[in-house]
């Protein structure tokens, strides 16, 4: 089993930056892709980025320029840099670890103001 803690979200005005952090613990040798999602109010969830074990990102086009994913050199922790935040990146986030099934964290919130 994998568990995952995030941290680092909050309340930022447009234009801002925040880092979020996931932590993973357990079975983290059995992660293959390690991501992060979002979801809006009202929206489904969303993949906002991804980073594969060989170190291959991908991201939506919605935040491609402005967020980055990254990756300690185990697996334990994963990284999410969100710069010239825009109110619709308003949403819960939450980190995501894939092994043989999907792993989840408890979401934190991020909020940008207009």
């Known amino acids: 089993q994998v568990r995952l803690v995030e941290s680092g979200g909050g309340l930022v005005q447009a234009g801002g930056s925040l880092r979020l952090s996931c932590a993973a613990s357990g079975n983290i040798f059995s992660i293959r892709t390690m991501a992060w999602y979002r979801q809006a109010p009202g929206k489904q969830r969303e993949l906002v980025a991804v980073?594969?074990?060989?170190?291959?990102?991908r991201y939506a086009d919605s935040v491609k320029g402005r967020f980055t994913i990254s990756t300690d050199n185990v697996k334990r922790t994963w990284f999410l840099q969100m710069n010239s935040l825009k109110p619709e990146d308003t949403a819960v986030y939450y980190c995501?670890?894939?092994?043989?099934?999907?792993?989840w964290g408890q979401g934190t919130q991020v909020t940008v103001s207009s």
């Open positions: 995501n670890a894939e092994t043989a099934i999907n792993y």
């Open positions: 980073v594969t074990s060989g170190r291959n990102t």
